[in-house]
């Protein structure tokens, strides 16, 4: 085998993500009304996208730039909880900003969904700000608790767009570098071209290509990515047949 995606080699720690790394595309107008939420106190924000579309980038890009601003900030990812970490929630009024990422992934669990409700009424009573993201838009998330989706409805909801060819070579031209190679025009054409089109397994394929460029000390090039697609399809297939 190539390499082995079950023993990922440590790659090279990214920086903290900041505005100015986001690719905006035809997201523009939202990212300039996340960089102004640090000015205006008891705002909340509500974005929704596919995955890969950049909503835990501009999460902590927002945390980042109030932290830099001398505020306090806190980042919270609902999908890598268990149910006993509600208690995480408390006091979290007291911040200057709180993000929550990932809220599809409580919808329907009756004590995250009442434990955030009171949390955000928190915030809200603390005239602090609240940014929160879905894979969903807010009408399909399926969420239980009327008094939730009120509370989420009163803010501004933005949609995340999908990026256009050209943005996307600069999403991964720009997660190559920040992983310490560079990634060859024709190597990324050709991964736009041959590969899931959606950002996060783009992503996750340079990811993966860089790791096996070290493990087989080869340099960088359409050859090897092809290599990688193949063994990344094969992965794929074989969960799959232990599904059934």
Same mark, same amino acid.
């Given at each position: 085998?190539?390499?082995?995606?079950?023993?990922?080699?440590?790659?090279?720690?990214?920086?903290?993500?900041?505005?100015?790394?986001?690719?905006?595309?035809?997201?523009?107008?939202?990212?300039?009304?996340?960089?102004?939420?640090?000015?205006?106190?008891?705002?909340?924000?509500?974005?929704?996208?596919?995955?890969?579309?950049?909503?835990?980038?501009?999460?902590?890009?927002?945390?980042?730039?109030?932290?830099?601003?001398?505020?306090?900030?806190?980042?919270?990812?609902?999908?890598?909880?268990?149910?006993?970490?509600?208690?995480?929630?408390?006091?979290?009024?007291?911040? *200057?900003?709180?993000?929550?990422?990932?809220?599809?992934?409580?919808?329907?669990?009756?004590?995250?969904?009442?434990?955030?409700?009171?949390?955000?009424?928190?915030?809200?009573?603390?005239?602090?700000?609240?940014?929160?993201?879905?894979?969903?838009?807010?009408?399909?998330?399926?969420?239980?608790?009327? *008094?939730?989706?009120?509370?989420?409805?009163?803010?501004?909801?933005?949609?995340?767009?999908?990026?256009?060819?050209?943005?996307?070579?600069?999403?991964?031209?720009?997660?190559?570098?920040?992983?310490?190679?560079?990634?060859?025009?024709?190597?990324?054409?050709?991964?736009?071209?041959?590969?899931?089109?959606?950002?996060?397994?783009?992503?996750?394929?340079?990811?993966?290509?860089?790791? $096996? $460029?070290?493990?087989?000390?080869?340099?960088?090039?359409?050859?090897? $990515?092809?290599?990688?697609?193949?063994?990344?399809?094969?992965?794929?297939?074989?969960?799959?047949? *232990?599904?059934?």
């Amino acid at each position: 085998m190539l390499f082995s995606p079950q023993i990922p080699l440590p790659l090279t720690p990214r920086r903290e993500s900041r505005f100015e790394d986001f690719v905006e595309g035809p997201n523009k107008a939202v990212v300039e009304a996340l960089k102004h939420m640090p000015d205006e106190p008891g705002s909340h924000v509500f974005l929704h996208g596919g995955e890969g579309s950049g909503k835990t980038h501009l999460l902590n890009a927002l945390c980042y730039e109030t932290r830099e601003r001398g505020g306090r900030a806190f980042y919270l990812a609902l999908k890598r909880l268990p149910e006993d970490a509600i208690a995480s929630l408390r006091g979290l009024e007291k911040l *200057d900003l709180v993000c929550v990422d990932d809220l599809h992934a409580i919808a329907g669990i009756e004590a995250w969904e009442e434990a955030l409700f009171h949390c955000f009424n928190r915030i809200r009573e603390a005239n602090g700000r609240l940014l929160t993201s879905s894979r969903k838009q807010l009408s399909a998330m399926n969420i239980e608790l009327p *008094d939730l989706a009120s509370r989420l409805a009163w803010g501004l909801r933005l949609p995340l767009l999908p990026l256009e060819d050209h943005d996307k070579l600069k999403v991964i031209s720009m997660q190559a570098d920040a992983l310490g190679f560079t990634l060859p025009e024709d190597v990324q054409h050709y991964l736009l071209k041959h590969h899931e089109r959606s950002m996060a397994a783009l992503i996750r394929t340079v990811e993966n290509l860089y790791q $096996a $460029a070290l493990v087989s000390k080869r340099r960088i090039t359409v050859p090897l $990515a092809r290599e990688v697609l193949k063994a990344a399809a094969g992965e794929t297939e074989a969960q799959s047949a *232990d599904k059934k």
